[in-house]
């Protein structure tokens, strides 16, 4: 049964919509990320679910109990929903050492202390922190106290935990450590991680699935994978990936069953969709999504195309080129440079290249090109 459920929930503020008929299943033991741009409802969300927020309409589920339904006039308070919250700031005692801000809220629901420091010092372990046990939080780096507060958070033993962009004050290579350290975390507490972000790359990196908002409504709720190769719209996979999707705009044309003719001014490119059930009429306006990486540079290439840019990593090299006046973006893995205005030929090898009806968004069809 799933652990958490969202019935048709809404949040407004006024005549804003925050957040417009959600309705989600979240499963025992998952790490979901509510991922989108500022204003999308993500917050919202995941205030709601903990019930810092009253929805404005809806229901929700935790364990199979009715924690709120504005239909029942149910609304349960926080405290009594056994979830644990980890927010931006961490919010440690600054006149406290590490041990004892862990084991303040076991101390208040009195535990025994034996038990308080066998727990305490598991936790620390689990978090690699316990030679820092009687450091205040001032004397700690900001990876350090981040690991403070989760095991703060962790310390009653929470069956859902819930992330407000825990890792936003930290600097690029702390960011990824924690990455690392929440994934690590999830599999060893097996508890149902709930965490909001605007950065795509922790989203795809961390969840078991994601939920993409936009203006308060669900756009996709999938797996990270999926929603990159399968986007259900142009907003997804625009969001989803870096660098950015290539949008290509095309004209159709069905010339048979199975293959569509794609025209503008650069390109003329046959496209074959998985499935065959879509007709495409003579001059219909269409978006053609190709990721950088299924674009190859390549001799065998039957493309020509100039370098614009490149902006080598030493892992990658992110090259822009120039079709005729049609710039697109790829990705050459490996320590490889171009000199710009540099010809080269180019490929379209890849089995999934997306196509989104151009009025629409929506996407209409996977398929190869040639």
């Not at 959600?22 to 509510?34: A, K, P, R, S």
């Not at 990270?224 to 949008?247: E, K, M, Q, T, W």
């Not at 050459?332 to 997306?354: E, T």
């Amino acid at each position: 049964m799933p652990q958490i459920r969202l019935n048709n929930i809404t949040k407004r503020f006024g005549k804003a919509i925050a957040v417009d008929d959600l309705t989600i299943e979240i499963g025992d033991g998952e790490f979901v990320t509510l991922l989108g741009p500022s204003g999308c409802g993500k917050t919202t969300t995941l205030r709601m679910i903990a019930g810092l927020e009253t929805p404005t309409d809806g229901d929700i589920y935790i364990d199979d109990v009715c924690v709120f339904s504005s239909e029942k006039g149910i609304d349960i308070s926080p405290d009594k929903r056994n979830v644990g919250f980890l927010f931006q700031n961490y919010a440690l005692w600054p006149h406290m050492t590490v041990y004892k801000n862990v084991s303040f809220g076991l101390e208040n629901m009195k535990w025994d202390k034996n038990r308080i420091k066998e727990r305490v010092f598991e936790l620390l372990a689990m978090l690699r922190i316990e030679e820092y046990s009687e450091r205040y939080p001032s004397e700690l780096s900001g990876g350090q106290q981040q690991r403070v507060a989760i095991a703060r958070t962790l310390s009653t033993g929470p069956k859902i935990l819930f992330m407000d962009e825990p890792l936003s004050n930290l600097d690029a290579k702390l960011r990824m450590e924690m990455r690392t350290e929440l994934k690590r975390l999830h599999l060893e507490t097996g508890s149902t991680f709930v965490y909001v972000t605007h950065d795509q790359l922790e989203a795809m990196t961390l969840s078991t699935k994601i939920c993409l908002l936009k203006e308060g409504l669900l756009q996709q709720y999938e797996p990270p994978l999926d929603i990159y190769r399968y986007p259900a719209n142009y907003f997804v996979a625009d969001f989803v990936g870096s660098p950015n999707i290539n949008i290509i705009e095309m004209e159709g044309e069905q010339i048979n069953l199975d293959e569509i003719k794609l025209t503008n001014n650069q390109l003329s490119l046959l496209y074959t969709p998985n499935s065959s059930s879509i007709t495409i009429p003579k001059g219909k306006k269409l978006l053609l999504g190709v990721r950088p990486e299924d674009i190859e540079i390549c001799d065998e290439g039957t493309i020509e195309a100039a370098i614009y840019s490149t902006l080598p990593s030493g892992m990658e090299t992110i090259v822009k080129l120039d079709i005729a006046g049609l710039l697109v973006t790829c990705v050459v893995f490996g320590g490889v440079d171009f000199p710009i205005g540099s010809r080269v030929k180019i490929a379209f090898n890849a089995k999934n290249y997306v196509l989104f009806d151009r009025e629409s968004e929506r996407n209409i069809a996977s398929g190869t090109l040639s």
